[in-house]
């Protein structure tokens, strides 16, 4: 049996440093050796259980910390492989059926504007899909619409990584809120409150910065009232959502609003240099079509497949628009009775096999002497979103008549394309879990939360970093928010604040997360330049941080401290 202690080389800080190898192993691996994902997870995985960190520097029994890895590695694969895998599948379907074409166009009758549809796409519609399903389904459903609109893969993916990021916090219904409140004892919805203090101010500049990253300034001197009405509207609505209506309605509600925003402007107006902004991307995606496609067929035929966008947005019937749309009509309807009505959630619930890890249930104690509860194994057989998802591809390949040699056929083909998915998912999570398990996650948290008033400053870190780790921001609650209820309360500080703070610190790490990474690099065709997309989006998601570091700090003072709510 093995107990896990914050201190195994006496000092603190020295045992927090030493935790922070794996981690810096993935940093260096990804940006400065541009390594590939699924190289970079076994190297940092090879750090956090062999070379001193887990078994020298913290302890832990190498069967246990093998058998953590072997835990952890399952879980990437089940549910957070199976959910993208599944939304990957459902796309194609689609594709295989003649009917993402139409949706495409119909996105077209919105705004033919690249700039303006990387914002519906990538923020309202993945916003929505993050509502509902999570755990990486809208980065890989919407880096495919967006390069089947024009965008080259690596813009395409750095587009929705960023769009993803206010949105995570409420995702999958709530659920890294609802983790915060059952793990902490503060009634969720207070929790969430918090957060919807926090999150909007990221998603009302998120939508300018989209615009930002596809057309630079000249895009945002064009497009600026649209970025401006839909990130106002959506932060507008998460704020009141989060506050007065419910932690699982917050982003459903934010996300059609700022549609329904985007969309009455665009009645009225619409910006001028889309052409410009379209031909930009096309010579990019020519450019770069030797990595995307070696015979240069899918960037050539780029610009003819713009040409006949708006003859197939004008042709379009209101049939042909349902049935466009009915996919993901579907998965609204599926996932909110599933997470909604309180009958089937429960029984959906009720399926779920709890498996005590062989080898490891109950030889792992925490810094408490109590058992930790992550070494049992939950199979959502049912319950999880990619079952559902799977329920919705064959209620589409149904729909839309697909024989069931076609699904299979795409089934199989998805699965191929995602195989190196698989490999870095199951490292990543497998280094997660045995961070977690040997006492290193909470070496990092503890060593951090001894800042005292400062760390009203330093609380979004450790959800940040939990996320990056983990690609959950369900995960990073999981591990810190009971360590950011006992730091406020030591430090003098509010436990709402930080516990929220960690949630928020959280959505601005997905982007850089490897399992999040290499989920969009596959998605978009480009798997092994994990560590370019990296590079891309460090910066943003180290600024974001900074932003949530600096309202956090200041919602702990009189000078934002107006902002919180009041319980």
């Not at 810096?24 to 940092?44: D, E, N, Q, S, Y």
């Not at 206010?166 to 919805?189: D, E, Q």
Request: net charge neutral; with cysteine; hydrophobic share 55%.
């Amino acid at each position: 049996m093995f107990q896990q202690d914050p201190e195994p080389l006496g000092s603190l800080w020295l045992s927090a440093l030493v935790a922070l190898l794996p981690l810096v192993a993935i940093f260096v691996t990804l940006g400065a050796l541009r390594w590939k994902a699924h190289w970079a997870g076994l190297a940092a995985l090879g750090v956090a259980v062999v070379v001193v960190v887990a078994v020298a520097g913290f302890g832990m029994p190498v069967h246990l910390a093998l058998l953590s890895a072997t835990e952890g590695a399952v879980f990437g694969l089940f549910p957070i492989m199976w959910i993208v895998f599944t939304a990957i599948w459902l796309y194609q379907l689609t594709v295989a059926a003649g009917r993402f074409e139409d949706l495409r166009a119909a996105f077209g009758l919105i705004s033919d504007d690249p700039r303006v549809q990387a914002i519906i796409i990538a923020f309202c519609f993945g916003g929505l899909l993050e509502a509902l399903a999570g755990f990486g389904a809208p980065v890989a459903i919407t880096g495919v619409m967006l390069m089947a609109l024009g965008f080259s893969p690596v813009r395409a993916a750095v587009v929705v990584l960023l769009a993803n990021t206010a949105l995570v916090a409420f995702g999958a219904v709530g659920t890294p809120i609802i983790t915060a409140g059952t793990l902490t004892g503060i009634p969720y919805n207070e929790i969430g409150a918090v957060v919807g203090h926090q999150t909007p101010v990221l998603a009302f500049i998120v939508p300018t910065l989209l615009v930002l990253l596809v057309d630079g300034k000249r895009g945002v001197r064009q497009v600026w009232p649209v970025a401006l009405v839909i990130g106002l509207a959506f932060a507008v609505a998460q704020w009141l959502a989060a506050t007065y209506l419910s932690v699982e309605l917050t982003d459903i509600v934010a996300s059609l609003a700022g549609l329904a925003a985007g969309v009455v402007l665009l009645r009225f107006w619409q910006p001028r240099g889309g052409a410009e902004a379209m031909e930009t991307l096309r010579i990019e995606r020519t450019a770069d079509a030797p990595a995307e496609d070696p015979g240069g067929d899918g960037s050539g035929s780029v610009a003819t497949e713009q040409r006949t966008l708006a003859e197939r947005s004008q042709a379009l019937s209101v049939g042909r628009l349902f049935m466009a749309f009915a996919p993901y009509l579907l998965i609204i309807v599926v996932f909110s009775v599933a997470k909604l009505v309180g009958p089937v959630s429960s029984f959906l619930a009720g399926t779920d096999l709890k498996i005590g890890w062989p080898g490891l249930d109950g030889q792992v104690l925490g810094a408490s002497g109590d058992p930790v509860s992550t070494t049992t194994y939950s199979f959502q057989w049912l319950s999880s979103p990619g079952s559902l998802l799977l329920i919705c591809g064959i209620g589409v390949a149904v729909m839309y008549r697909l024989t069931p040699a076609t699904a299979v056929r795409e089934f199989a083909a998805t699965a191929y394309k995602l195989r190196f998915a698989f490999l870095t998912v199951a490292t990543v999570l497998a280094l997660a879990y045995v961070m977690n398990l040997s006492g290193q996650t909470i070496s990092i948290g503890t060593w951090i939360a001894g800042t005292g008033a400062a760390f009203a400053f330093l609380s979004p870190i450790l959800g940040w970093l939990g996320t990056a780790v983990t690609g959950s921001d369900t995960s990073a609650n999981a591990l810190f928010a009971t360590l950011q209820q006992t730091a406020a309360e030591q430090a003098g500080l509010d436990p709402h604040l930080m516990v929220a703070a960690n949630t928020s610190g959280g959505v601005v790490g997905k982007m850089i997360s490897p399992q999040n990474l290499t989920i969009a690099a596959t998605a978009v065709g480009i798997a092994g330049r994990e560590s370019e997309l990296f590079r891309r989006t460090i910066l943003w998601s180290v600024g974001l941080l900074v932003v949530l570091c600096v309202l956090v700090f200041l919602q702990s003072t009189p000078v934002l401290g107006w902002m919180l709510p009041t319980f």
